[in-house]
């Protein structure tokens, strides 16, 4: 059975403008991604005209792995891991990038172009990115009692702390950096080898927030 999300109109935009994002069961860590960003996509009134074409095939491929999959318009959207042999349009993308195209697309280019809209949704503050990947982190075992977050922005530091109790997990960056990666928009690991964020905490707590990351990054 195919796992259905429907994602409301952003606010201030009419009901009409829902969008219905379908991936399938047991979908791979791809599919995930893809489905979580176009759902991004449509609460926040992004790229509705494109969410909601009649008809197209749009293959992702990652640039560095093996991974795949294909977006289909039409009758809403469905994300799977399955390749047609002739997608309307091929995508090769670096996943680590946002969904950076590393060449240029081969078929419909105006479908591709569509595709890449699609895929590239708003990133929320970092402070409203925080709030919601601590509410999703909260389920995850071992997580920290506290997150704080400290934005390094031009008008000097400003912090945020979620939870209250004895063990504390400390996450430093840019605004934008943190924003990316409380959003899932960015890979924690990945940010982290870039310099861009500084953590105190435990190995072990590393851990436990790569899983709260991925849980969000990947809406499991």
């Known amino acids: 059975m195919t796992e259905t999300t429907t994602a409301p109109a952003a606010p201030g935009t009419p009901a009409a403008t829902e969008v219905d994002v379908r991936i399938e069961d047991d979908a791979t860590p791809l599919v995930r991604l893809i489905g979580r960003t176009l759902r991004d996509s449509a609460r926040a009134g992004h790229a509705l005209p494109v969410l909601r074409r009649p008809a ?34 091929t995508i090769t993308v670096d996943l680590n990038a946002r969904f950076a195209p590393v060449a240029a697309p081969s078929g419909d ?40 977050a400290v934005a390094e922005g031009p008008d000097g530091l400003e912090q945020l702390v979620l939870g209250e109790g004895a063990t504390h997990y400390l996450i430093a960056g840019a605004p934008e950096a943190l924003a990316g990666v409380f959003s899932g928009t960015d890979d924690l690991l990945a940010v982290l080898s870039t310099g861009a964020l500084g953590i105190q905490g435990t190995m072990s707590q590393l851990s436990v927030m790569v899983g709260a990351s991925w849980k969000v990054r990947f809406d499991v």
């Open 56 to 89: 197209g095939t749009v293959a992702i491929r990652s640039h560095d792995t093996p991974q795949a999959a294909t977006i289909t318009f039409g009758d809403g959207v469905s994300v799977s891991s399955e390749v047609l042999a002739e997608p309307d349009a």
């Open 109 to 148: 280019a105006e479908l591709a172009a569509d595709a890449l809209l699609a895929l590239s949704p708003p990133v929320p503050n970092w402070q409203t990115a925080a709030a919601h990947f601590w509410s999703a982190a909260r389920s995850v075992p071992g997580i920290p009692d506290v997150l704080i």
